[in-house]
């Protein structure tokens, strides 16, 4: 015969079983992750810094050399814009280790935003420096050996300078500038005007020649605070015969390629720079060492 436990019914086991199932559910306590803030400020720290570096490069480039604004390929620009978009993908990284689901999100997608920015933006400049810098063709039509084009252009004083020779002087650099827009060339005539002193003590001088007026020569070089001769050549007198003419769309005014000459008392060219690239541009020690090679030629 069945014992009186078989005999008990079915229902009433499957009641203990709910039964203990709640108590069970009654137990178990659900608990909200740790915020970590070491983490959360450590995501935000790296977004920051990388976000900042990239802004550091976009912000200094146009006016410090040692962002590469001269050379053929601005590595330490670009070196520094990869870096940022390495310190931003940590960031994310950091942020998506973060437990609390409401920090996670805020925090990671600051940090994507900040990479996606860092990584679109950084394109974009190696893009610009790289392709949107170039010059156009062109063919300087003198070398060193041949005159210099003769010419008569006013300076931002009202001075008129008949001739690249200047008179009294063993040498002169000849800066050919795109115009008072160009933020590089804004730089290179900063540069120029610092090393005008050590170029007078060689027994050498610098001039600069663009398409500006008077009036936005005048405008550059109370800008910039240099006495710098900034000659007005909108007729193209100079650059035109040096092959240094930019032409634009109808209506447009042209604007002259970058280059440098070295021209001697008798007014011959001594030297010649020019570059495919109207940001590269040769740095301030190297235009002294070709004007002193000229004022101060080597005994052999």
């Not at 740790?34 to 912000?59: D, H, K, N, W």
């Not at 795109?178 to 120029?192: K, M, S, V």
């Not at 390629?257 to 001594?270: C, H, L, Q, Y």
């Amino acid at each position: 015969m069945p014992s009186d436990q078989e005999q008990q019914p079915a229902s009433e086991t499957s009641h203990e079983v709910i039964a203990s199932g709640a108590e069970s559910q009654e137990e178990i306590e659900w608990g909200t992750p740790p915020f970590q803030p070491v983490r959360a400020l450590s995501a935000l720290a790296l977004t920051a810094i990388g976000f900042g570096l990239y802004e550091l490069v976009l912000l200094n480039f146009w006016s410090s050399e040692s962002f590469g604004i001269h050379q053929h390929i601005p590595w330490p620009s670009y070196l520094l814009i990869a870096l940022a978009l390495l310190v931003t993908l940590v960031g994310v990284r950091v942020a998506l280790s973060i437990w609390s689901p409401h920090a996670k999100m805020g925090f990671s997608l600051l940090a994507i935003l900040a990479a996606v920015a860092v990584g679109i933006g950084g394109g974009r400049f190696v893009s610009y420096t790289m392709r949107g810098t170039l010059n156009p063709f062109f063919r300087i039509t003198l070398a060193p050996g041949d005159e210099f084009p003769p010419f008569a252009l006013i300076d931002q004083k009202g001075v008129m300078h008949d001739g690249a020779a200047a008179p009294g002087s063993k040498a002169t650099l000849v800066y050919v500038y795109r115009g008072d827009y160009d933020a590089f060339a804004r730089h290179e005539i900063a540069d120029l005007n610092a090393i005008r002193p050590e170029l007078r003590r060689s027994g050498a001088d610098v001039v600069a020649i663009s398409t500006d007026s008077v009036d936005r020569s005048k405008m550059l070089s109370n800008y910039l605070q240099s006495d710098i001769p900034l000659l007005s050549d909108p007729q193209e007198t100079v650059i035109g015969p040096l092959g240094l003419v930019q032409k634009h769309r109808d209506g447009e005014p042209d604007n002259a390629i970058p280059a440098f000459f070295v021209v001697d008392s008798a007014g011959k060219i001594r030297w010649v720079f020019s570059s495919p690239y109207y940001r590269e541009l040769p740095r301030p020690d190297e235009l002294v060492a070709a004007v002193r090679s000229v004022t101060d030629p080597p005994i052999h």
